[in-house]
Structures are given as structure tokens and as C-alpha cells.
């Protein structure tokens, strides 16, 4: 009786860790700002951005310049990004999937709605809208590490991990993929193999904000806090390395409560045939 139990307990266990983690690898937080949202394994698109920018200002004007021509490609692509900045997921989708029906080959209007598709959970559909945005004999990098992070999501971790090896043999060495590469790693909680791929990707020297909160927060889920702390803060000024801190504790947390609500399932589902 307490052997099921344990073995229950255990994938529960692995079950929360990996929704922890997942709340990292694609960005999918409903943030506001850079923050959390910003900590994250990359779908291809520039993110480092300054703290001081407003997204809801971004949101207007580009609401105002689509719907003076909702048939325009490239107003639709940036109001689109502009929602999921402001964690309006499923507008984002909706806005996209009308773009895409009108402007059924524009690639980069298909790789804009795979994207808002994984960040709105509809990781499958991402996947297949992310295929159709570029073609072998012209791969993107870009796309094929955005497809890694969704089969990532999906649990396909050796599947993913050969879509970042594609794409850093287009962009060798590129700090955002290999930071999607330790992530996989994060989550199939192989965490020593995570931290040496994110302090690869960190000893970049275009690595962004992001690769460097990834690398700490791998060294924190290991229990170095103060190396972690440290990590975040390196040439920071005072005031962006306190924001960085309060975000990598504020993930951290997270997992540890993930963790903690995951030990207490096995004893409300004891008395349950499944």
C-alpha cells in the first residue's frame, strides 16, 4: 500500500517541478513590464527591453494603426506582439489567426501566431502553425528554437533539443538557444547538465538580461542562493539588480510552493481507484 503511494507521490512531485519550470521556458506569465515574463527560454524574438518602457502606450498606438487598415500585414503582426506584452493572450490569437487567413503566406504573420499561440497554452497548434513559417531549404533559427521551446512544453525534451541543435548550426554559439537548450534540461531536472549549457549562453557577450536570470535561477534551484543573488546583480545598476533579485526569488518561491502542493495530493487521492 505504501509503495504506490511513494511512486504517486513521486511523480507528483516531477509533475510540479515541471510546472514550474514551465512557467519559465516560454514566457507565458501575463507580466506587464520586463520582469518575470522576461526570465524566460526565447520564441525568437528580441525581448531586452528597458524597464522604463510602457507597453500599454505600445498597445494604443499600434491598436490605433490597425485598425485604420485592419488589412495590413505588418499592423496586425505588431499589435498582435503588443497584446501578448500586455498579457492579452487570446486577442493576440484572435488578431493573428485573422491576419494569417488573409495573408496566408506571409511567414513572418505565421510565426508571430505560433508564437501567441504557445504563449496562450495551445502548445500542439503552435507547433504546426511554427512548421508552416519557414521551409527547410531557408530554415530559421529563430523558428526552430521556438519550435524546441513548444515540444519542451509538450515533454518532448530529446525532440526539442534536436530543433536547438538545427538552429545553432545556423547561429552558432547564440545565447538565446542555448538557453533554451539548459532549460530542457531544467526540465527533465537533469540540473547540473542545465547550468554548464546557461553559463555557455551567458559567457556571451551578447547575452541578454534574460540568460542571466536563467543561469541563476538553475544555480538557485540548487539550493546557492547568495551565488545566484550575485549572478543577477554583476554589473547591474542598483536599482535594476534589486528588480532582478525580487524576480529570480519571486520564481523560486514559486517552485517551492509547486513542490509543497504537490507533496500534499497523494493523501487527498489516497481513497481513489486511479
Request: positive net charge; aromatic residues 4%; contains cysteine.
Amino acid at each position: 500500500m505504501l509503495q504506490p503511494l511513494r511512486e504517486k507521490k513521486r511523480f507528483v512531485e516531477r509533475a510540479a517541478f515541471a510546472a514550474s519550470a514551465a512557467i519559465l521556458l516560454l514566457g507565458l506569465g501575463g507580466c506587464q513590464t520586463a520582469g518575470t515574463s522576461d526570465i524566460t527560454g526565447s520564441l525568437g524574438e528580441k525581448t531586452e527591453t528597458s524597464r522604463a518602457a510602457d507597453p500599454r502606450r505600445e498597445l494604443e498606438g499600434s491598436r490605433d494603426r490597425f485598425r485604420a487598415n485592419p488589412r495590413d500585414a505588418e499592423a496586425a503582426l505588431q499589435y498582435g506582439k503588443a497584446l501578448r506584452a500586455t498579457g492579452q493572450k487570446s486577442q493576440a490569437v484572435a488578431v493573428l489567426e485573422q491576419a494569417t487567413i488573409a495573408h496566408p503566406g506571409n511567414k513572418a504573420l505565421l510565426a508571430g501566431y505560433g508564437r501567441a499561440l504557445a504563449d496562450n497554452g495551445n502548445f500542439q497548434q503552435a507547433f504546426d502553425v511554427l512548421t508552416r513559417a519557414h521551409t527547410p531549404d531557408d530554415p530559421d533559427w529563430r523558428i526552430l528554437s521556438a519550435q524546441g521551446a513548444v515540444l519542451d512544453q509538450l515533454g518532448r525534451y530529446e525532440e526539442a533539443r534536436q530543433y536547438y541543435s538545427s538552429a545553432l548550426k545556423i547561429a552558432p554559439e547564440e545565447p538565446s538557444v542555448l538557453s533554451n537548450l539548459g532549460l530542457s534540461y531544467l526540465l527533465a531536472r537533469d540540473l547540473p547538465k542545465a547550468e554548464e549549457i546557461m553559463r555557455r549562453a551567458n559567457g556571451r557577450t551578447d547575452a541578454d538580461r534574460r540568460v542571466r536570470l536563467n543561469l541563476a535561477l538553475v544555480v538557485g534551484l540548487q539550493g546557492r542562493l547568495a551565488e545566484a543573488e550575485s549572478i543577477v546583480k554583476a554589473d547591474r545598476p542598483v536599482e535594476e539588480a534589486a528588480a532582478d533579485v525580487a524576480d529570480l526569488n519571486r520564481l523560486l518561491s514559486r517552485k517551492g510552493k509547486a513542490r509543497a502542493d504537490a507533496g500534499k495530493l497523494p493523501v487527498a487521492a489516497a481513497g481513489r481507484s486511479d
